[in-house]
Each structure stands twice: as structure tokens, then as C-alpha cells.
């Protein structure tokens, strides 16, 4: 058979050089949100300031929804005499005074000291790492504060996330509409907060601020429960503890549903409880979680450290031998439990293990304004230097617009 003149072939034929081809970004309608609103980042601002400055500058509007804000704060060009540099063990996060976080509307997201905000709650929440990138100073973006004599020169570099999102597409918010977006402000403490003994020239500071986004979906859908959030608030606890003491101490009125509940004690001079392996300087032997009275938890200390190595991995391992503070940790795998401090999740529905943005919801705890949470020791621990105590919450509390959304919206 021949072919006529001019006709092309299955050897000859093909697509034209440079022609456009369709597009297969695109999902057809149906199903979850997530589906079709692809992960997205954009910069926010780029900034340089002094120790004992403040930022506070404009965000700009990303097309989505924002899921949380990367903070990336580098100290450079420090310079060094002579001086033995030291750092007290909440540095470097300490650098951060105040954090405050607030929605549009001024509802407070995250409100409290740098080292609780931008260390404990990345932590402790799983809503931004999880197992070995929980602890912030695991990041690779991490760098350990120089500290000693020369060539140490105070200089560092550390990386935190402020988040929204609580499970996966839950608790975000809107970044499009660039007249209502979120207020970031963060006070930056002194230089003699950061360091009990600094060089001839302290650093300066430059802070990047990113957002993580979820594209606007290219199909007629919204994500689960708008309007919900979830806030992490810094908040002291009534009445300050004594050593041996008998004490009923009561957290804050809350009124959400409570993802997980982080308690730090620190002593009168405002530096957390120290602790040696085995022995937790501070603590009750068997502390008591009561909600409206009832004991909800009356356990060995040391099991609910237990428990929280296995929902989080934290402590678990080599990691048991404490962490007084994240310079002293830099790097440090696995991921030890900061000394003075202890939390109980309520994100394990799906497991023993707490999955970070994978979880239902469905043990959340669910309180009111009514509600009272109180910590019982009997007694408390007696070996504490600085007395009297104080036991600080900083409690993940899912506020929802409407019924909560439990279960896996996501899929």
C-alpha cells in the first residue's frame, strides 16, 4: 500500500514544538477541601532590628489560607573581646519578650513570653513538627548561640512557627483579603535577657517572616469550619507553691475544647525548676489532674512522663536526661522533655501517638467558662532552691465556630 503524496505517517507525525499543553493541576469537583488547595509559602517581611526593638510590620495578603507563620530570627556579626560568653537556659528564644498573635477581628491567637510561644508551643503541639522536628532546635535552620571565649561571639540563628491550623485544613485563615489579616507583634528583649555575660558587640537582628498557605481552590469549596480557631495563651496559675506544700493550684477559666494542656513551674527568681535524672526538683511525687473537682488523673510523675514519650516522643530514650535549655541542647536527637516542664495531649483519638494534624477530635476536652482545671500535690516537691514556685498553662484551645468538627474532614 502507498501513502499519498503529502499525507503524514505514524513515523512523521507528532505534537508541534512549543504548543501549550493542557494543564493536569486541575481535580475534578468533589471531596475534600484539601484536594484542591495545594500548599503554598510566600514571604511576608524581611526585617533588622536591635535588641530591645519591635516588630511589628504589615503582612501582606497570600491567595488562600493561611495555615501559619515561619519566623526565621538570625543575630549576626556579634563581635568578642575578651569576655566569657554566657546564656541563661531559655536563650534564644528568650530574645523574643513578648509574642502576640491576633486574627483580624483582634481575637488573641498566641499571646505570651518567646521562649513558651515560639519554643514550647512548636514543641509540645504537633501542629508544625513531629517526632525528631518537634523540638525547634532539631531544625537544620538551627545554630547553636556561640557562647565561651573567643572566637565565640554571641551570634545564632534559630527558626519557629506560629501556627493556625490544628488538624489537617482545620483552623485556618483567610489571607486573601488583604484588609483582614492576621497582626503579628513581637517585643525583643534586651540583650542582658539573652545573655548573663555578652560580647564587646552584641548582634543584629534580622527576622524573616513567611506564610504557609493553602492555595484558593480552583473548584466551589471552603475549608472545614470557618472562623474556628485555636489559641495557645500564656497564663499564670493561682496560688504561687511552696516547697512541700499541700496545694490545690487552679489554672485560668478556659472555654473550648483543649488539645493539649503545657505546664511549666518556675521558681521566685523566674528561671524553671531545675531537675536531675531521676528526681524532678519541684514536682509532686503524684500530682492530681482535677476538672470541677473530680480527679480526671492521679498518677506517679514519673509515668506521666512515660506517657508523654510515648504520645509524643519526648523523653523518650537517651533524651530522659533532661533538657535545661535549648542552647545547652543544640542538635540534640532524640527529643528530651525542657526541664520545669510537662504536658498531657489530648490528641491521641486515633492511637497512643499523637499524629500532630492527623487527629479526629473526638477526646478533645471539652470545657466552658465554668469549668475548673486544678493540679493537686500532696505535697509538692521540697527540694527547690528559689521558693515560692509558680506553675505557668499554656493550653492549645480549639474555639469553633458552630458545633466542633469531629472526626477527619480531610478525606
Known sequence: MTTPAGAATSATSGTVAGRPQPQTTAEPAGG??????????????????????????????????????RVLVNGTTGVNG??????????????????????????????????????????????????LMRAPQNSPQYTTLAT?????????????????????????????????????QINYAPSTTVYTVGGSTVPALTTTVDSDFYWLPNVPTDP???????QWIFQPCNPTI??????????????GYLTMM?????GSTGLRITEVVGTDYGWPLRPKILVDGVPLIDSLFTTMQEDLAIST?????????????????????????????????????????????????????STNPGTQIEIAGYPWGATVANTPNTLNAIVGQVVPSGALIQGLPEV
Open 82 to 131: 575578651t569576655n566569657t560568653i554566657a546564656v541563661p537556659a531559655d536563650a534564644p528564644y528568650n530574645l523574643m519578650q513578648l509574642v502576640q498573635m491576633k486574627d483580624a477581628f483582634g481575637t488573641q491567637l498566641l499571646t505570651g513570653p518567646g521562649y513558651n510561644i515560639a519554643y514550647e508551643v512548636p514543641l509540645y503541639s504537633g501542629q508544625f513538627g513531629t517526632d
Open 32 to 69: 475534600p477541601f484539601v484536594r484542591h488547595a495545594p500548599d503554598g509559602r510566600r514571604a511576608m517581611y524581611t526585617t533588622t532590628t536591635g535588641f530591645g526593638g519591635f516588630v511589628a510590620s504589615p503582612m501582606v495578603s497570600s491567595p488562600g489560607w493561611n495555615k501559619g507563620y
Open 224 to 230: 472545614p469550619g470557618i472562623g474556628t480557631t485555636c
Open 262 to 266: 503545657i505546664l511549666e513551674l518556675r
Open 148 to 184: 565561651g571565649t573567643t572566637p565565640a561571639d554571641g551570634t545564632f540563628q534559630f527558626s519557629t512557627y506560629f501556627p493556625f491550623e490544628f488538624a489537617k485544613g482545620y483552623g485556618v485563615i483567610s489571607g486573601a483579603n488583604a484588609a483582614l489579616l492576621p497582626v503579628l
Open 242 to 255: 511552696s516547697a512541700s506544700g499541700s496545694t490545690i493550684v487552679q489554672l485560668p477559666r478556659l472555654g
Open 313 to 365: 516522643g519526648i523523653g523518650a530514650g537517651a533524651a530522659h536526661t533532661l533538657s535545661a535549655g535549648a542552647a545547652v541542647n543544640a542538635g540534640t536527637i532524640p527529643v528530651p522533655r525542657p526541664a520545669g516542664t510537662m504536658a498531657i495531649s489530648r490528641k491521641t483519638s486515633l492511637a497512643q501517638r499523637d499524629f500532630g494534624l492527623l487527629d479526629t477530635g473526638e477526646i478533645f476536652l
